[in-house]
């Protein structure tokens, strides 16, 4: 079966800073992965997906990600933080034969002036 | 091109009543996915559905819980009898193929 752990549940960061957001995946072929965020009340909006090819993928905000197959991981990174991005951001795999995504429990972003 | 669509956003039922929660995928989405966030935990697969076809309903409760995609008309996740445990946001996400799910803004349900 397919899980994803996020193993940070709270980081704080000073805004300017640099950030990265851990993610591992168990997954029995190629995965589709995806970052999404999650501001309080909100739905989740999609900040990234990697489905193959680059292993390093941007998305929108600023954010990027990298696969690393041999580690299992697709971590989360942003050169330097603004106080916006104070968020809660989940990682999460699809099931290609089955379409249903597994997410982590997540991570809450806190950003200190 | 209008993003997927939930009503109502927040529901307040008492227990035992019935809720309904709806769901309009976006334009030219034909699965619907239905997925629940407890408070503080991260979200939970519920239902995959397509038009009039449940896929997959691995993650729904034995009992209480159904959902349904018409051939007309929105996705509904209905819940009879609702217990405090209930109380939860409930989200729904749809897709062109089985890759990128787009999600809706919730449901926020209170049971009394």
Not at chain 1, 55 to 72: D, N
Not at chain 2, 82 to 111: E, K, N, W
């Amino acid at each position: 079966a397919q899980s994803v752990t996020q193993p940070d549940i709270h980081i704080t960061v000073s805004e300017g800073a640099s950030l990265e957001l851990r993610c591992n995946y168990s997954y029995g072929a190629t995965p589709y992965l995806f970052w999404y965020v999650q501001s309080p009340g909100q739905g989740l909006q999609l900040l990234l997906k990697y489905f193959s090819g680059d292993t390093l993928v941007q998305g929108i905000k600023g954010f990027e990600a990298e696969f690393k197959r041999s580690q299992s991981s697709f971590n989360l990174r942003k050169p330097s933080v603004h106080w916006s991005d104070a968020a809660e951001y989940f990682c999460a795999v699809v099931d290609t034969n089955a379409g249903k995504s597994t997410f982590g429990d997540g991570t809450t972003l806190t950003v200190k002036p | 091109n209008a993003g997927v669509m939930q009503n109502p956003r927040h529901l307040v039922r008492r227990r035992g009543q019935e809720a309904r929660l709806r769901c309009s995928p976006m334009k030219g989405h034909s699965h619907v996915y239905w997925y629940r966030q407890l408070p503080e935990e991260g979200l939970k697969f519920m239902v995959y559905l397509q038009k009039e076809n449940i896929i997959d309903e691995s993650g729904m409760p034995k009992e209480r819980f159904s959902a349904e995609f018409p051939k007309e008309g929105p996705s509904i996740l209905r819940i009879q009898q609702v217990v405090r445990g209930d109380s939860a946001a409930y989200f729904c996400a749809s897709s062109d193929l089985v890759q990128t799910q787009y999600f809706g803004p919730g449901t926020r349900l209170l049971v009394l």
